[in-house]
């Protein structure tokens, strides 16, 4: 069983910047395909970005494209969202997860907070 555990989140102006990571405990990382999702207040859990487990084939939703970078040290057992010129809109609870192969995602860390303000 593998456990997440997130960091990096906090409160930023507009255009700022963050850098979350994703730190993993009792099973590497480096078999799990990885992902980065949020959840804002009163909205669904949407996924933000994934990498594969050998780092290749980023994802990035639309609305963050061009501005966040996920990316992974499996030597480190960790996993990064770089976050550049941040919106209010990405205001939400950040948060990791794990998955194998072609399965869900069925580990997830407790989530961070980013607070962009205007």
């Known amino acids: 069983q593998v456990q997440l555990v997130e960091s990096g989140g906090g409160s930023v102006q507009a255009g700022g910047s963050l850098r979350l990571s994703c730190a993993a405990s009792?099973?590497?990382?480096?078999?799990?395909?990885m992902g980065w999702f949020r959840q804002a207040p009163g909205k669904e859990r949407e996924i933000v970005a994934q990498?594969?487990?050998?780092?290749?084939?980023?994802y990035y939703a639309d609305s963050v494209k061009g501005r966040f970078t996920i990316s992974r040290d499996n030597a480190k057992n960790t996993v990064y969202l770089q976050m550049n010129s941040l919106k209010p809109e990405d205001t939400a609870v950040y948060y990791c997860a794990a998955r194998l192969m072609d399965g869900p995602y069925g580990h997830w860390g407790q989530g961070t907070q980013v607070t962009v303000s205007s």
């Open positions: 990498i594969s487990s050998s780092g290749g084939s980023p």
């Open positions: 009792g099973r590497t990382l480096s078999s799990y395909h």
